[in-house]
């Protein structure tokens, strides 16, 4: 089993560009979840969705939107990227309910310039 | 906002010493988390709490869980060099709803030297 697969692994964009950051889970997962990790910050919670058609906010939401078409996909959408948004993603899917069942992808580094 | 704090911020060690770090909040959680990241990759899980006082190992890691509930403790005894890396806590917080998502630490940044 792939786990929890992330492309691209590295992108760069120019600010207001837009772009789509894939993942996808092979493990019948209903939650998954995207994070932001910046240096000193620890990763913080942009999206999630807690199974097919239904997402909601996490802790920093803004400039990035999210759908849930299937149980295995969960890409994150950057409508206008801006500078602020340059950091690394990690894309997160478990079991629901089941904390400790988070498994994380390898992320994907952004540089927005 | 960040739930958890997590000190100290880095460590650098000698290879063969023994490590600790902490994580407190001020909120009481249910459940302990700790992970470490190794460079270029995603979070993996190392230990997980789930009862005040619960001391767990895995392997030369031994994390408890705070009798506050409001903390918790990674130490890693005989520190090696793939002990190199990223060491987050994270806890479960309530999104809408019932449904939990984790909350995580700063995170402590390890480096052993040689």
């Known amino acids: 089993n792939a786990g929890v697969t992330q492309t691209p692994k590295f992108q760069v964009l120019k600010t207001g560009q837009s772009m789509t950051l894939q993942c996808a889970q092979d493990?019948?997962?209903?939650?998954m979840s995207w994070y932001r990790q910046d240096p000193g910050m620890g990763l913080r919670l942009i999206h999630y969705?807690?199974?097919?058609?239904?997402?909601d906010q996490g802790e920093v939401p803004n400039g990035y939107n999210v759908s849930r078409s299937t149980t295995e996909d969960f890409p994150l959408r950057l409508l206008s990227a801006a500078p602020s948004q340059t950091s690394v993603y990690f894309c997160?899917?478990?079991?629901?309910?089941?904390?400790?069942?988070?498994?994380f992808g390898s992320g994907t580094r952004l540089t927005v310039v | 906002g960040q739930q958890l704090n997590q000190s100290p911020q880095s460590m650098f060690i000698q290879e063969g010493e023994d490590v600790s770090m902490n994580c407190t909040s001020s909120s009481i959680f249910n459940t302990w988390l700790w992970y470490k990241q190794d460079p270029g990759e995603g979070p993996v899980l190392l230990i997980a709490l789930y009862k005040a006082g619960e001391l767990t190992s895995n392997g030369r890691l031994t994390a408890q869980f705070g009798i506050t509930r409001k903390d918790s403790f990674l130490n890693i005894s005989a520190s090696i060099p793939s002990d190199v890396g990223i060491y987050f806590c994270?806890?479960?917080?309530?999104?809408?709803?019932?449904?939990?998502?984790?909350?995580f630490g700063s995170g402590t940044q390890l480096t052993v030297l040689p």
């Open positions: 969705s807690v199974g097919a058609g239904i997402t």
């Open positions: 997160a899917s478990s079991y629901s309910n089941v904390v400790v069942g988070y498994t």
């Open positions: 493990m019948n997962h209903e939650y």
């Open positions: 994270a806890g479960p917080i309530f999104s809408s709803g019932s449904a939990r998502q984790l909350t």
